[in-house]
């Protein structure tokens, strides 16, 4: 056999097992989070049953009977059994009309259920991938596809298990119906089959159309998203209108519907032709199994009540067969954009993961090693060949223009993308052989873009709904916010924000916001300790303060590393590394640098110049 051979066969194993495994997937889901559906789907099969036998059965008897009563022979007692059957009749409609309504509403509320359920759990997966996936447009599209692919296109559970449970149902009744058919005009077979094997070409391409449509959709749909939602928030408010930016909104979100509307219309237009086909094959179906059992009629073959069984399970027959049919392809479609949700849960990881514990202690040694760094799909290197390291208990300040490559040196060391080239060490042990949860805790991070959410003071700082109270107000104290938490409505309790708690949410200025991600940083109590230009919105008083207190009985001991462009913070550090264009161009104590006279002095002195003026 030769390789391509081989290719195709291989591919063809692939295709096949996203079909058995998702819908294994459901099952267990379903199992082990409402195992009340299965009952669902009996009652769904008891139905079935007395809607055919109702269809197919009780109809001839009745007539039977009503004939029987016509021509004379007992015609009493012929009545009495046609009411009974009539009856029966009534009786079954009601009670599959009941079945019915119990069945729709309890799967529309488990429907609904597993939206939420699979919704919390992408979440919460998206919040373990690594980092840098957080910025690759492919692992964004691959989430748009999970989170659509598994609640809107495949109607998860019930969506898949409802189609799932429709074919075994259908090939339990069309059991049944081929028997009558088989004694009564067993033509209909053959022919039946062929007309559903034509409705199942046309329902493939329907189905291949509409999957091509859904992977098209996933790019678009993410940035129509951001678009028109995202952008809804307040918070863009002073930018949009300031900057007059309604039209550039407008015209972005005109594109990309535009881009919608193509792949919709390239989507009904297909499934139009097909559509056309299926109608078109179903009406000679019908009219030809009319004139074969209407033939037999009139020859005497069949009674005016087998004639009408015979249509009757004909269209029982034509309709369990495209039921198990469209049954099928509707869950191979299902079955691929849920499989869309299986693949996110599998998708690679972006760094490689250790297992080493981190030695419990009070300090650590930093050490970067030949390090340099490049983003990904990034030509140009961020970082280039840097040697640095960093005593246990060492203050260390990091300065240089914008770009130097400063905020990408911390996000190396916090293990948010890996390195190019070279190493980072941490007590002489690559941090790439650490157990990653373990090796996180290490730090205690304040960012320039950190971000505050809409909950509580406390659930902000301590992210838990249950602090250790001392320690909260201790750190509040620290930070520089206790007066101003003692004004608050609710004090720590108070909401962030008015998303939620119009009354008494409260919008932070922005010196307060950064204090209270200092205080987050505190209160986490990690042995090294990182603020990025963490006192931007501060005085240059209150921002002296603060690092005053930082290099005395908050970091203490602690190893920590400073990022500022107010370089007069510098002066409280143990020493200075100097950054320029992605390298360590300077590294000294603030006086050797100043008698260096290099970049750090220039800088230092131009900025020391403007506060005197």
Request: neutral net charge; hydrophobic residues 40%.
């Amino acid at each position: 056999m030769n390789k391509n051979q081989n290719d195709k066969n291989q591919n063809a194993k692939k295709e096949k097992l996203p079909v058995k495994r998702v819908i294994l997937f459901m099952l267990k889901t379903a199992a082990r989070e409402k195992p009340v559906l299965f009952a669902v789907y009996f009652l769904r099969l008891l139905r079935e049953l007395i809607n055919r036998s109702q269809m197919v059965i009780l109809p001839k008897l009745l007539i039977d009977e009503l004939v029987a009563a016509y021509n004379g022979a007992g015609a009493a007692e012929h009545l009495k059994i046609a009411a009974i059957y009539a009856l029966i009749t009534l009786i079954a409609q009601f009670v599959s009309n009941i079945m019915n309504s119990i069945a729709v509403r309890v799967t529309d509320v488990y429907s609904e259920y597993f939206n939420q359920y699979f919704q919390i759990q992408t979440n919460d997966f998206s919040m373990t991938i690594d980092f840098e996936q957080t910025e690759d447009p492919a692992a964004l599209d691959q989430l748009k596809k999970a989170k659509d692919g598994m609640t809107w296109y495949s109607g998860n559970v019930t969506g898949i298990l409802d189609n799932f449970f429709l074919i075994i149902n259908n090939i339990i009744v069309l059991c049944g119906v081929i028997a009558v058919i088989a004694i009564s005009s067993p033509l209909l077979i053959p022919i039946q089959l062929g007309l559903i094997a034509v409705i199942a070409v046309f329902n493939k391409k329907q189905r291949e159309i509409e999957v091509k449509s859904f992977q098209k959709l996933a790019k678009v749909n993410r940035v129509f998203d951001y678009v028109l939602f995202q952008l809804n928030d307040f918070r863009y408010g002073k930018d949009i209108r300031l900057y007059e930016s309604e039209g550039l909104f407008h015209d972005i979100s005109e594109y990309h519907i535009g881009q919608m509307h193509k792949v919709w219309k390239y989507q009904a237009e297909g499934g139009r032709k097909q559509q056309f086909g299926i109608d078109f094959v179903s009406a000679a179906g019908t009219f030809i199994q009319y004139v074969y059992i209407g033939g037999r009629a009139l020859k005497g073959i069949l009674s005016i009540g087998d004639f009408t069984m015979c249509v009757a399970a004909a269209d029982s027959f034509s309709q369990c067969c495209q039921n198990i049919v469209r049954g099928g392809q509707e869950v191979i479609k299902r079955v691929s954009y849920a499989n869309e949700y299986l693949k996110f849960l599998e998708y690679p990881a972006a760094i490689p993961k250790g297992n080493l514990p981190v030695a419990d202690k009070a300090g650590h040694e930093i050490e970067f090693r030949n390090v340099s760094f490049k983003y990904p799909r990034a030509e140009k290197y961020v970082l280039k060949d840097v040697s640095l390291k960093i005593p246990s208990g060492q203050h260390l300040a990091l300065v240089g223009l914008n770009g130097a490559g400063k905020t990408t040196l911390i996000k190396l060391l916090c293990r948010l993308y890996d390195v190019t080239d070279g190493e980072i060490l941490i007590d002489g042990i690559n941090i790439k052989d650490y157990d990653e949860n373990e090796y996180r805790r290490l730090f205690a991070v304040v960012f320039q873009d950190f971000k505050l959410f809409a909950f509580t003071l406390e659930e902000n700082i301590a992210f838990t709904t249950d602090s250790d109270k001392e320690r909260l107000f201790e750190v509040l104290e620290q930070a520089g916010l206790s007066d101003d938490v003692e004004k608050l409505p609710l004090r720590e309790k108070t909401c962030l924000w008015k998303s939620f708690d119009k009354d008494n949410g409260v919008e932070l200025s922005g010196g307060q916001q950064q204090k209270t991600a200092i205080a987050r940083a505190l209160y986490k109590n990690s042995p090294i300790v990182i603020l990025d230009e963490p006192t931007a919105a501060l005085d240059p008083i209150a921002e002296a303060e603060i690092y005053s207190r930082f290099n005395t009985s908050l970091a203490g001991g602690k190893t920590a590393i400073y990022i500022s462009h107010r370089l007069s913070s510098c002066k409280f550090c143990d020493y200075i590394a100097v950054f320029d264009e992605g390298k360590l161009s300077e590294y000294g104590t603030h006086t050797q640098l100043m008698k260096y006279k290099g970049l750090y002095h220039k800088m230092f002195t131009a900025q020391a110049e403007q506060y005197v003026k």
